[in-house]
């Protein structure tokens, strides 16, 4: 599928843009240097901790294979204690390594491993879709390895020591590297004997004109399995039989590491042939549609993409595949989506967000969200096979999609302070479903770290931030605004008033942020985006503050007399006590984000809002939220005023590297512009049917033909 113009490398790998005595190819070699630098700390970062792991809990698949006690050794069949998972053909491959030492298959392993995937990121590197600027040509390979090193299959390929990236390998080399069509088709063959689903790429093949090569690949295919089952005819009876191609072996089939069709229909509840007839159903239409894609997309000149859409299908076709076994995804972020440039990154960044975390950073634990969040993998991969809306290179936007309109930069306000213009200010408001994706995802990290910030139920930490407690107690009585024990036993004696302040504490810290992100996101895009950046900066010098300082609340001072009147009675006793230790860092006071969103979004409704009595009662949320975090005994009134300290220096961030906030007049004069704009791109884009299908068959490549035998 290769060739030279479409998926090769350039002609000159370090042209004028790489030019060494040029300072901006100057920048670009050194931005190269450093990307190498990140991939190579990634990959040494990878084998240390796979080989610094005690023996047992590495390589844990591998070591149950060829170890001492592994299934290879035993005379009897691979698949009696149901370990081995791979076909026939993978156990006579891996038959020779039970004569390896332990050590030395450990660091052998893993350093092929992390060959194998360097190998993998530079060719799929060298064959991006055509054009490709010089900049990415030379970004890209460590770019590309970085990315697939920190993905959930490759890691967890490392950790179990699977085989799952070499039919991967092999499918790319026999795609890329390969001279012809015998080598083509004994490897993809022999990758199809590894992994059964890839055989979907011999029809690839000859959907597009290649059919001697796949014809290969169907018979390599075929004679190693035929000669497998010579050689170990009861498991390969087995395993295509009794198991078909692999389902049953290794885990529950129901499991959440079963990302399939086959797996996702039995977590729904559905079992017995109705279950299997809708598998067989689903898969054969994901297959069909998504050799379908494929084939026009290889036709255009994406190869790499329409090899990415086939192993996605192949994922859908398969009963069994395992997290390690979905690097197919990854490829598909090479495709581009969407007319307006502001559109462009939606899926790549979906891509690698969903490659890289974990199910629960990308959606939150609602029993409405967890078919989505379980089954995260597989839904992408059905998303690039079926639906994904890839480009056309001789779509108009393909090249030059519709830029996103900034509005002109306002004069700083003070004229002492320097401003760094960093992030431009953009009129239109942001993509919605990346927006809510990066909100969710940066709002899990938030909570891991601040949960990790002290290591708060260790004695340690609980003794250290007593200590910070009494400081800050000490404090507050030199100033004499140690009010919170009086105010706590006041409020509590009121039972109505008590019960307003907890409603307040507990209801309001969300939903109001949320609100008024929303309210920004709908009526005020550039304000949004101001808003948004000011929030972040906030939360982000938060986390320093409980990183630097933890501080137990004044319900969480022994001795001090508080009544925790949200939780309920703590036992003190217990260096964990309390049901929210393992939800949350209780240790997170200073500053308080409570009352620090609540005064951001006091400032921000008072700002933005044009009626008087709206503003007022924007200012009128924070002054009940400090009340809230000191009547319920959860904060200090410190913790207030560091809260209002990292929510100003939010705002001066802001400030610095954004400019002032635009006036309306301008804000609405940039909407106006690019609403006109908008409609003029389109205009001038439009072309008739008949010139489009010209284009089309102007850059469309003619189909291969695989060379006649010699």
Not at 14 to 23: K, V, Y
Not at 305 to 325: E, F, Y
Request: glycine share 10%.
């Amino acid at each position: 599928m290769a060739n030279a113009e479409h998926g090769g490398p350039t002609a000159e790998p370090f042209g004028p843009a790489a030019d060494r005595t040029d300072p901006a190819g100057a920048g670009l070699l050194a931005a190269r240097l450093g990307l190498w630098l990140v991939a190579a700390v990634l990959a040494v970062r990878q084998a240390a901790v796979v080989l610094g792991t005690p023996r047992g809990e590495r390589l844990t698949d591998l070591e149950a294979w060829v170890g001492p006690d592994g299934v290879l050794h035993v005379n009897g069949s691979l698949y009696g204690p149901t370990r081995f998972t791979g076909t026939p053909f993978g156990g006579l491959v891996l038959k020779p390594l039970t004569r390896t030492a332990e050590q030395a298959l450990g660091w052998g392993w893993t350093l092929g491993t992390l060959l194998s995937v360097a190998a993998l990121g530079v060719i799929a590197a060298r064959h991006l879709p055509r054009p490709l600027g010089g900049r990415a040509s030379l970004l890209a390979a460590p770019v590309a390895i970085s990315l697939l090193m920190l993905s959930l299959p490759v890691r967890n390929a490392f950790w179990l020591g699977q085989t799952s990236i070499v039919p991967v390998l092999l499918v790319v080399l026999g795609c890329f590297a390969a001279r012809d069509w015998r080598a083509t088709g004994v490897l993809i063959g022999v990758a199809a004997a590894l992994q059964p689903a890839v055989l979907l790429f011999a029809v690839l093949l000859w959907c597009t004109g290649r059919r001697r090569a796949a014809a290969a690949s169907g018979a390599t295919f075929a004679g190693v399995t035929l000669l497998t089952w010579a050689a170990m005819p009861h498991d390969s009876s087995v395993y295509w039989v009794h198991h078909m191609a692999g389902a049953g072996l290794g885990g529950a089939a129901d499991a959440l590491a079963n990302q399939s069709l086959h797996g996702a229909l039995l977590r729904l509840g559905l079992s017995g042939p109705l279950e299997i007839g809708l598998f067989l159903s689903l898969g054969a239409a994901v297959a069909v549609l998504g050799v379908r894609r494929a084939v026009r997309y290889a036709r255009d000149g994406q190869l790499l993409l329409a090899v990415a859409v086939t192993g996605c299908a192949a994922i859908a076709l398969s009963p069994t595949t395992w997290q390690h076994q979905l690097l197919w995804v990854l490829p598909t972020v090479v495709g581009r989506v969407g007319r307006r440039a502001c559109d462009r990154c939606v899926w790549p960044v979906t891509v690698i967000l969903v490659m890289t975390l974990p199910g629960s950073m990308l959606l939150p634990h609602t029993a409405v969200l967890n078919p989505l969040r379980d089954n995260a993998m597989l839904l992408a991969a059905l998303a690039a096979a079926t639906v994904v809306p890839f480009l056309p290179r001789t779509a108009p936007s393909y090249r030059t999609p519709a830029p996103a309109q900034t509005a002109p930069p306002v004069p700083a306000r003070w004229a002492r302070v320097p401003l760094l213009p960093f992030l431009p200010r953009v009129a239109t408001r942001p993509n919605l479903l990346l927006e809510l994706l990066l909100i969710r995802v940066t709002y899990a990290a938030y909570q891991q770290v601040r949960l990790a910030a002290t290591g708060g139920t260790n004695s340690g930490g609980r003794a250290r931030a007593e200590t910070h407690g009494q400081q800050i107690l000490d404090l507050e009585r030199f100033l004499r605004l140690d009010v919170e024990r009086a105010v706590n036993h006041w409020v509590a004696g009121v039972g109505r008033l008590r019960d307003f302040f907890d409603f307040y504490y507990t209801s309001f810290h969300f939903a109001v942020p949320l609100t008024v992100l929303a309210v920004l996101y709908v009526r005020r895009p550039a304000d949004y985006r101001w808003a948004r950046a000011s929030l972040g900066f906030a939360t982000l010098l938060a986390l320093v503050g409980f990183w630097l300082y933890p501080l137990a609340p004044p319900r969480l001072m022994p001795g001090l007399g508080v009544i925790d009147t949200v939780h309920g009675v703590q036992d003190f006793s217990k260096p964990d006590y309390g049901t929210l230790t393992a939800l949350t860092n209780q240790y997170a006071a200073m500053p308080s984000l409570h009352f620090g969103w609540s005064l951001w979004c006091g400032l921000v409704i008072a700002i933005v809002a044009r009626r008087r009595w709206v503003k007022a009662l924007g200012l009128l949320h924070p002054l009940l939220t400090v009340s809230s975090i000191v009547a319920t005994g959860n904060h200090w009134v410190l913790d207030a005023a560091g809260g209002a300290a990292v929510v100003l220096a939010g705002f001066g961030l802001s400030y610095l590297l954004m400019g002032p906030r635009a006036p309306a007049a301008i804000t609405a004069a940039a909407t106006a512009a690019v609403a006109t704009t908008a409609t003029t791109t389109v205009a001038a884009t439009t072309e008739t049917a008949a010139a489009r299908e010209r284009r089309a068959a102007e850059s469309t490549p003619a189909p291969r033909k695989d060379p006649a035998p010699r």
